[in-house]
């Protein structure tokens, strides 16, 4: 039943009884769900398409390794594009992380195609010095990791492709 209430001259207000809470219900739910889907979508990044099923679980990791000190400092690089700076004792993990941004799924693919090739075409470099240079291409899933390790005060032959996407690892940054 609708109610109408005189206010003014040619103004009412329509009382549509139950009608109008039964509306604001449905509008309130629509709009969380409405602001769940905006939330997920900001925060999941996909995985670049060049990776394979087995490869979703890669890392890149690239930096300065103290010898001295026993400390890693670089950047690690997700499958999912996303790019974080560490800090920590040794190699094998336990860094703290810090999300810096992401890579778009091009340019993901391009470092990821370049670093593969790479790897393949100097398998070994391993010439640490008293600060050492690290690209390690970390795949858990498969349980394999390359690792490049060079002493940047020197520019070897060994050296030079990695030492080039080094370069190209922290243009994206």
Same mark, same amino acid.
């Given at each position: 039943?609708?109610?109408?209430?005189?206010?003014?001259? !040619? *103004? !009412?207000?329509?009382? !549509?009884?139950?009608?109008?809470?039964?509306?604001?219900?449905?509008?309130?739910?629509?709009?969380?769900?409405?602001?769940?889907?905006?939330?997920?979508?900001? *925060?999941?990044?996909?995985?670049?398409?060049?990776?394979?099923?087995?490869? *979703? %679980?890669?890392?890149?990791?690239? %930096?300065?390794?103290?010898? =001295?000190?026993? =400390?890693?400092? %670089? /950047?690690?690089?997700? #499958?999912? #594009? =996303?790019?974080?700076?560490?800090?920590?004792? %040794?190699?094998?993990?336990?860094?703290?992380?810090?999300?810096?941004?992401?890579?778009?799924?091009?340019?993901?693919?391009?470092?990821?195609? #370049?670093?593969? *090739?790479?790897?393949?075409?100097?398998?070994?470099?391993?010439?640490?010095?008293?600060?050492?240079?690290?690209? =390690?291409?970390?795949?858990?899933?498969?349980?394999?990791?390359?690792?490049?390790?060079?002493?940047?005060?020197?520019?070897? /032959?060994?050296?030079?492709?990695?030492?080039?996407?080094?370069?190209?690892?922290?243009?994206?940054?």
């Amino acid at each position: 039943m609708i109610s109408v209430y005189k206010i003014k001259p !040619y *103004k !009412y207000i329509y009382n !549509y009884d139950n009608n109008y809470n039964i509306s604001k219900y449905i509008l309130n739910i629509a709009l969380i769900i409405l602001c769940l889907f905006i939330i997920y979508g900001c *925060k999941t990044t996909q995985t670049p398409s060049c990776l394979t099923d087995k490869q *979703k %679980g890669l890392i890149i990791k690239w %930096g300065d390794y103290d010898n =001295e000190k026993q =400390e890693f400092v %670089g /950047y690690i690089m997700k #499958a999912n #594009a =996303e790019i974080f700076s560490v800090k920590g004792a %040794g190699l094998t993990g336990g860094f703290d992380e810090k999300l810096i941004g992401t890579v778009t799924s091009e340019n993901y693919c391009k470092l990821f195609h #370049a670093i593969r *090739k790479e790897f393949l075409t100097t398998q070994t470099l391993n010439s640490p010095g008293d600060i050492s240079r690290i690209i =390690e291409f970390n795949n858990p899933t498969i349980r394999v990791v390359l690792r490049a390790v060079w002493n940047p005060k020197f520019e070897t /032959y060994g050296s030079k492709g990695f030492r080039k996407i080094y370069d190209r690892l922290q243009d994206i940054l």
